[in-house]
């Protein structure tokens, strides 16, 4: 994608955790084994958004003496938007890339999402909804419910023009993504919206792809607790949106 040195960091994969001391292990395992097999370098970088087990420690062992890492460990919780603000604002890589840290997206799908960003996109987001997208286990059926309301609310309220805004794998070439997250002012689950509004706000061009997914239980989203600062998320959103077009 450019004539950078080979050896640099191509990739950034950047973790969001919380308390997924049981988890983080076995999705490092299976993001080491496919870069394994690519031909550019890349690292791994966990941040572990204030856990009260040892999420941090696990991957710290489960990286150690492999591909290029970083554990970025905050003392305290503040949200899933916050993390991958960092992780992104600390990577190196010409293409960053954050996953969900139970890989309910399985990594191998970055192949596609390079294929957008190789084709002219700035970004590229994994989707669920669209007709070609693979989901091999479902929510249950009142969390899809939850999803599916928010992502409505979002087309009718703040964003339109895509079917899934929370699938938590996106891709971004470099300078995009510092641009867009040194900007991101959303903490919580909200801020792929923000991130999208921002995207159109500053002309970048965002690829929906058609993604494998398979629901990966328990969530540490609580549905009338998570419903209700998601929908506090949409009104902060268009405020920014709305002090954003007058100035």
């Known amino acids: 994608m450019s004539d950078r040195d080979p050896k640099s960091i191509f990739l950034s994969v950047v973790f969001p955790a919380y308390n997924k001391e049981t988890r983080i292990a076995a999705s490092i395992d299976a993001t080491v084994a496919y870069l394994a097999g690519k031909p550019f370098a890349a690292e791994i970088i966990v941040v572990d958004d204030g856990s ?6 696990t991957a710290g062992a489960a990286l150690a003496g492999r591909v290029p890492s970083r554990v970025i460990r905050r003392e305290k919780n503040r ?23 139970d890989l309910s997206t399985p990594i191998g799908e970055f192949d596609k999402l390079l294929a957008a960003l190789q084709a002219g996109a700035d970004v590229a987001i994994g989707s669920r909804a669209l007709p070609e997208s693979d989901i091999r ?8 419910l939850m999803g599916k309301t ?10 339109k023009g ?8 996106k891709a971004f070439r470099r300078a995009a993504a510092l641009d867009l997250f040194s900007r991101l002012q959303t903490t ?4 792929d919206v923000e991130v999208l509004v921002l995207c159109r706000e500053l002309g ?4 929906e792809v058609p993604v494998v997914w398979s629901d990966s239980r328990p969530s540490r ?17 268009r405020r920014l949106v709305r002090r954003s077009r007058n100035g």
Do not use: H
Not at 204 to 207: H, I, N, P
């Open 52 to 57: 009260r087990d040892r999420t941090a420690e």
């Open 79 to 101: 949200g899933k938007g916050a993390s991958v603000r960092e992780g992104v604002l600390a990577a190196s890589g010409e293409v960053i890339l954050f996953s969900d840290d």
């Open 137 to 144: 286990v479902r929510q249950r059926r009142p969390r899809e």
């Open 150 to 159: 928010f992502n409505l609310l979002v087309r009718l309220f703040v964003l």
């Open 162 to 169: 895509y079917r899934d805004t929370q699938c938590g794998f």
């Open 188 to 191: 919580g689950f909200g801020f």
């Open 204 to 207: 970048y061009r965002v690829a």
């Open 221 to 237: 989203v609580r549905l009338v607790r998570g419903s209700l600062g998601m929908l506090g998320e949409i009104r902060r959103i």
